[in-house]
């Protein structure tokens, strides 16, 4: 989804480096009903994981692009995308 997409991007410009999670992205875009959109949000986010658009970590642990665990997870944006 297109616009998750550039939301993930967004959120990495603006916390320059630093982790956050992809619920953060989801809640600021849907504030009441931001927990319908999490399988969307994680879905986009393993998928720009994938393309090496962004870093995704789990436990502190990069994730491999082709590990598909269920859990919490950081985004980490990339310093020059790819």
């Not at 320059?16 to 992809?22: D, H, L």
Request: net charge neutral.
């Amino acid at each position: 989804m297109e616009v998750l997409r550039v939301a993930i991007l967004d959120f990495c410009r603006r916390k320059k480096g630093k982790s956050f999670s992809p619920s953060e992205v989801i809640q600021q875009m849907f504030p009441e009903d931001w927990a319908l959109f999490l399988d969307e949000i994680h879905s986009e986010m393993l998928l720009m994981h994938k393309e090496g658009q962004i870093h995704v970590t789990q436990n502190g642990k990069p994730l491999e692009p082709d590990e598909n665990t269920q859990g919490s997870y950081k985004i980490v944006g990339r310093v020059k995308p790819k």
